[in-house]
């Protein structure tokens, strides 16, 4: 058989490298441990990508699946560790990007009839290989109601609240669980959310909402103190925003920092 021409390894003449190029929006299976020391199944959307120097035009698309399914038909975090690294490797790059979204599931027990309800949280792994150095983030985006202390302060009958959603960034030393991102933050908000409520578990976390109003402000910096104390988190990123529920537009505040 004659050699197939490799049209990706031929020289470009416009001399302008590439930030990131490769393969997302791939669907992967993704097996993870949970603070229980049970093993969740869910469903990853992965991004892979590496660096394209301006001489090269154009990178090997089936060499980033390749290394995602050298892991097996389902990967862990430790694999998800190690792949920008196989990627710097397979693709001869100087900068691979690695990037896992997938559905967090929790059962969680309502706080008056203690009925158990699954309900989902957003998390990212975000994985950067440069040379020797990589970088692991890892995000919660965490749904939480508040209720407005202004509103609460100038009305005679209740107050206005709305459902909002956290985003929590951080890098660490040692591996944090993903329930101690997420219950940082459901503890800095008015209320957490809840999959299955009875009647008194409504009307506990009503008056709990209203007996703890935060403004988004007031939201971030509560994050941002717990994160501040947790001795394994060295940088952190949060940001929230309110649906607001009496505007025609979302409250939104972020706080980043390197400890």
């Not at 997302?24 to 441990?33: D, E, H, N, Q, V």
């Not at 965490?142 to 202390?149: R, W």
């Not at 209740?158 to 909002?164: D, E, M, S, T, V």
Request: glycine content about 4%; proline content about 4%.
């Amino acid at each position: 058989m004659a050699s197939l021409t490799d049209t990706q390894n031929e020289s470009d003449d416009r001399r302008i490298p590439i930030d990131r190029v490769g393969v997302r929006g791939l669907r992967f299976p993704l097996k993870i441990s949970d603070r229980d020391q049970h093993t969740q199944h869910t469903i990853a959307l992965v991004s892979l990508a590496v660096d394209l120097p301006h001489h090269y035009k154009g990178t090997h698309m089936s060499r980033f699946v390749e290394v995602l399914h050298a892991h097996g038909s389902e990967v862990t975090v430790h694999a998800i560790a190690s792949m920008p690294r196989e990627l710097l490797k397979r693709l001869n790059a100087e900068k691979a990007h690695v990037e896992f979204r997938f559905p967090y599931f929790r059962a969680k027990k309502a706080p008056v009839s203690q009925s158990v309800g699954l309900i989902d949280s957003g998390v990212v792994f975000e994985v950067n290989a440069e040379a020797e150095r990589v970088d692991f983030v890892v995000t919660v985006e965490v749904p939480v109601t508040t209720l407005c202390p202004c509103s609460k302060a100038i009305s005679t009958r209740g107050a206005h609240n709305q459902r909002g959603t956290v985003t929590l960034s951080v890098r660490f030393t040692h591996p944090i669980w993903i329930e101690d991102l997420i219950e940082m933050v459901e503890s800095s908000a008015s209320s957490a959310l809840y999959s299955v409520l009875k009647r008194t578990d409504e009307k506990f976390v009503t008056e709990a909402a209203y007996d703890n109003p935060v403004f988004v402000e007031d939201l971030v910096r509560n994050v941002a103190v717990k994160a501040n104390d947790h001795p394994e988190i060295t940088w952190y990123r949060v940001e929230a925003e309110n649906f607001e529920s009496i505007h025609n537009h979302n409250a939104w505040a972020v706080i980043e920092r390197k400890k």
